[in-house]
Structure formats: structure tokens, C-alpha cells
């Protein structure tokens, strides 16, 4: 049986999200509420890059497809513009991993349930990119391509603590 277009989609950023969590599996002997300082410039904590992420996914491919959010509510704290800063109580990095986990898997089945005709549809944040698309195809190829630019934030992460990692 061949697959669809949203199964593909959904695979892409799963295995995205796997080469996601192999670097931060690298950062493990890296304290991850600490921002770090290299080259006189200050780079968010591994803790705020990885609540980004699961914020990211959240809101582009649940949020911006039309589905309920798979997030808590604090996760908004680490939006795009964000200051850096952690969330008053921001609790445990392995809870976070743990809450990183839960919405990537909600966020696949949702995807995965997905006609492919929906992806022809305009996303619910109005979103635009380049050449004025604002489908919900193009919000999911977005989801993907910009985890796929934090995985290199977490590979500088690992060079600037002298972490080998491919």
C-alpha cells in the first residue's frame, strides 16, 4: 500500500526529531539551565532550546493545522521572540524530555491521521512563506526544516563544550 503525502510528511519529521534527540543525548553531562557564553555572546540554555522545540511543534503542526493543542500551557513561554529565560518553576529537564516525547507523539498521530487533502488548505495562523503559501503543507515542511536549524544550535552546543558528536 503506498503511503500518503501526510505519512511521508509525518516521517520526515520524525526522523528529524530523532537526529533532535541524538544531540541532546550528547549535551547529557552539560548542566541544561544554564545559558552559555562563547565568542562574547550568550546562547540559550539546552533547557529553552528543547522547550522551543516542543512550542515549535506544537504550533506549527498541531496549532497550525487546526488541531487542539498536545502542549501545556506554559510552553508558550518559549515562542519565537522569547527573552531566553526559563519559565518561573520551570521543573525537571528529564520531565521536559519526558513532556518532549508526549506532544512529538500526539503530534505524529495527528499528523499521520491527516487527509492529504488538508494539506491543500490554508493553516490556521495565516502563516505565509516565500511565494505566499500559507497551506498547511508548506506549515508542516516549516515544522520540519526549522527543527532541523536548532539541531544545529545542539551540534555548537556540543563544539562549545567539547562534546564529540557527528
Same mark, same amino acid.
Given at each position: 500500500?503506498?503511503?500518503?503525502?501526510?505519512?511521508?510528511l509525518?516521517?520526515?519529521?520524525?526522523?528529524?526529531?530523532?537526529?533532535?534527540?541524538?544531540?541532546?543525548?550528547?549535551?547529557?553531562?552539560?548542566?541544561?539551565y544554564?545559558?552559555?557564553?562563547?565568542?562574547?555572546?550568550?546562547?540559550n540554555?539546552?533547557?529553552?532550546?528543547?522547550?522551543?522545540?516542543?512550542?515549535?511543534? &506544537? @504550533?506549527?503542526?498541531?496549532?497550525?493545522? !487546526?488541531?487542539?493543542? $498536545?502542549?501545556?500551557?506554559? #510552553?508558550?513561554?518559549?515562542? %519565537?521572540?522569547?527573552?531566553g529565560?526559563?519559565?518561573?518553576?520551570?521543573?525537571?529537564?528529564?520531565?521536559?524530555?519526558?513532556?518532549?516525547?508526549?506532544?512529538?507523539?500526539?503530534?505524529?498521530?495527528?499528523?499521520?491521521?491527516?487527509?492529504?487533502?488538508?494539506?491543500?488548505? &490554508? @493553516?490556521?495562523?495565516?502563516?505565509?512563506? !516565500?511565494?505566499?503559501? $500559507?497551506?498547511?503543507?508548506? #506549515?508542516?515542511?516549516?515544522? %520540519?526544516?526549522?527543527e532541523?536549524?536548532h539541531?544545529?544550535?545542539?551540534?555548537?552546543?556540543?563544539k562549545?563544550?567539547?562534546?564529540?558528536?557527528?
Amino acid at each position: 500500500m503506498a503511503r500518503t503525502e501526510t505519512q511521508i510528511l509525518a516521517d520526515m519529521m520524525d526522523k528529524t526529531r530523532q537526529l533532535t534527540r541524538f544531540y541532546i543525548s550528547n549535551l547529557k553531562t552539560v548542566d541544561p539551565y544554564t545559558s552559555i557564553e562563547f565568542g562574547g555572546k550568550t546562547f540559550n540554555s539546552i533547557y529553552w532550546l528543547t522547550a522551543h522545540l516542543i512550542w515549535a511543534e &506544537d @504550533n506549527l503542526i498541531m496549532h497550525g493545522t !487546526g488541531a487542539k493543542s $498536545a502542549a501545556r500551557g506554559w #510552553i508558550s513561554h518559549y515562542h %519565537i521572540k522569547a527573552d531566553g529565560s526559563l519559565h518561573e518553576g520551570h521543573g525537571d529537564y528529564k520531565e521536559l524530555l519526558g513532556e518532549m516525547k508526549r506532544v512529538h507523539e500526539e503530534a505524529m498521530n495527528y499528523l499521520r491521521s491527516m487527509d492529504d487533502s488538508m494539506l491543500d488548505r &490554508d @493553516n490556521a495562523l495565516g502563516f505565509q512563506f !516565500g511565494d505566499g503559501d $500559507a497551506s498547511n503543507r508548506l #506549515i508542516v515542511m516549516h515544522a %520540519i526544516r526549522h527543527e532541523g536549524t536548532h539541531i544545529g544550535n545542539l551540534a555548537w552546543l556540543c563544539k562549545m563544550n567539547e562534546i564529540q558528536a557527528p
